[in-house]
Nanobody
């Protein structure tokens, strides 16, 4: 059993930065791969980034490479998404998820947080 709670969302101007946090409680956090997904207004949920249980492997969507960084601190049961050079098209509800596989597919994750709103103004 895993409970995930996101925080760190908010309103930021284009070019600014935000750091999203996902705090996990329950079973061993280090055994889970973690992913970040987002759902822009009026659009389908999409993959953002993923990190393996050990933190040794990461994967990003091409449009976010060089701007977003996913990391984890297993001692604190936390996964982070550092978001730099934000663009208006980054506006979305961002959710973290836990799963057994290092994957970009929503079906490979079975624990989800409630999401945190990120709004980037032009």
């Amino acid at each position: 059993q895993v409970r995930l709670v996101e925080s760190g969302g908010g309103l930021v101007q284009a070019g600014g930065s935000l750091r999203l946090s996902c705090a996990a409680s329950g079973r061993t956090f280090s055994s889970d791969a973690m992913g970040w997904f987002r759902q822009p207004p009026g659009k389908e949920r999409e993959f953002v980034a993923a990190i393996s249980g050990s933190g040794g492997s990461t994967y990003y969507v091409d449009s976010m490479k060089g701007r977003f960084t996913i990391s984890r601190d297993n001692a604190k049961n936390t996964v982070l998404l550092q978001m730099n050079s934000l663009k208006p098209e980054d506006t979305a509800v961002y959710s973290c998820a836990a799963g057994r596989k290092f994957s970009s597919k929503t079906t490979d994750y079975y624990y989800w947080g409630q999401g945190t709103q990120v709004t980037v103004s032009s």
